[in-house]
């Protein structure tokens, strides 16, 4: 087999441009148990939008994988993050997605006054909508 090295992508990223965040706002959704989601339109990219990274108004970031697992073709076109580890509070939320390269967008979606009604542990597990 072909042995795959970090130099073989370097010519191919330097012609990638920048990731873009399509629409500069997003909005909060809430589930029946008081659950925050974070809703926007995906990220755009040449080869794909690998992962997006969210900063909170208190100057935290969580990083969060995108669905490009399920298959490129398969990815939807709004991303409902859920919210994990945050206190209860309001919070303006910045988003920026990350290409498969790791170059980051300049461009971001906001999401502002954004409640945390409760605090949401996370599930140690990858897409847990993925039968193990």
């Given at each position: 087999p072909y042995a795959?090295?970090?130099?073989?992508?370097?010519?191919?990223r330097k012609?990638?441009?920048?990731?873009?965040?399509?629409n500069a706002y997003g909005h909060t959704e809430y589930d029946e148990n008081g659950n925050t989601y974070l809703c926007f339109d995906k990220g755009e990219s040449d080869d794909f939008v690998h992962s997006y990274a969210v900063?909170?108004?208190?100057g935290t970031r969580y990083d969060y994988f995108s669905d490009f697992y399920k298959?490129?073709?398969s990815m939807a076109d709004e991303v409902k993050l859920p919210v994990y580890s945050k206190s209860p509070g309001v919070y303006n939320i910045k988003v920026y997605a990350i290409?498969?390269?790791?170059?980051?967008?300049?461009s971001y979606?906001?999401?502002d006054r954004s409640e945390v009604r409760r605090r949401?542990?996370?599930?140690?597990?990858?897409?847990?909508?993925?039968?193990?």
């Open positions: 795959v090295t970090k130099a073989d992508f370097i010519s191919e012609h990638n441009s920048l990731p873009v965040m399509p900063f909170y108004s208190d298959g490129i073709s290409d498969s390269y790791g170059s980051i967008s300049d979606t906001s999401i949401k542990t996370y599930r140690r597990k990858l897409a847990p909508e993925i039968k193990y």
